[in-house]
Structures are given as C-alpha cells and as structure tokens.
C-alpha cells in the first residue's frame, strides 16, 4: 500500500493509473487520504527522527531551510470549498485545512513547500503553506 501511494506522489499519474500490484486504486487512495487526515505520515516521519536521533545518525551541526513555489493547474480553481469526507467514515477530518495550502500570489494559484534539512541531506521537516503566506513557527 505505501509503495502504491508513493508511485503515484512519485510519477504524479492519476490515482487510476496506479498499477495493480499495489493494489485497488480506490484503496490505495482511501488508504493516502486517511493517513493525510489523521496525521499518520507526520507521525511516521517523527517516529524515524526521533529513531535515527537515538542513534546519534543526524548531523545538527548544520540545519538549512530552503522553499520552492508550485503553480496550481488551471482547473484548480474550481475546487470544491467543503472540506472532503474521510472514506468509511461520516465525520469530517478533524484537521483539514480546507484551502488545500493553494493561495492567491502574483502568479495565480500557488503552494509553497518549505523544508528544512539537516548536515547530512535527511529532510527534519516539511510545511506546505498557501502562496503568498509566510509559515508561522
């Protein structure tokens, strides 16, 4: 399931086009929606940090930030404004930031990613923010 839902952040095809052998798309993209809702991929990531801290395998000695600008398709305007359903369920995720992190910039719609590293090239952390907002710390 996770390599499916890799692939397809990886390749970027439609969530139909996820080959079989990860299984049915449907799940594959219920699956990648409730981890997102329910926080799972940001524990994950501190769970491996915090791992690989233990283990004195993270170079604090040098800590860099950097940011890049992703321009939303054209049709990313007409995006629903309800925050969606989380599959299998009849609440709505409890964090979901209904903008989606697009905002309005002097390009259109954009998103920015911001992430921070450290000495050794692992990623610490990332933000997904709207364009034309600044993170908050």
Known sequence: MINGILFRLRTGTPWRDVPAQYGPWKTVYERHRRWSADSTWDKTLRSLLAHADAE????????????????????????????????????????????????????????????????????LAFLITPGGATPRS
């Open 56 to 123: 004195d395998r993270i170079d604090w000695s040098l800590v860099g930030i950097d940011s890049t600008t992703c321009r939303a398709h054209q049709h990313a305007a007409g995006a629903r404004t309800t925050p969606p359903r989380i599959p299998g369920r009849r609440a709505l995720p409890s964090q979901h930031r209904p903008d989606e992190g697009m905002g309005r910039s002097r390009g259109g719609l954009t998103s920015k990613v911001h992430l921070v590293g450290e000495g050794g090239r692992r990623p």
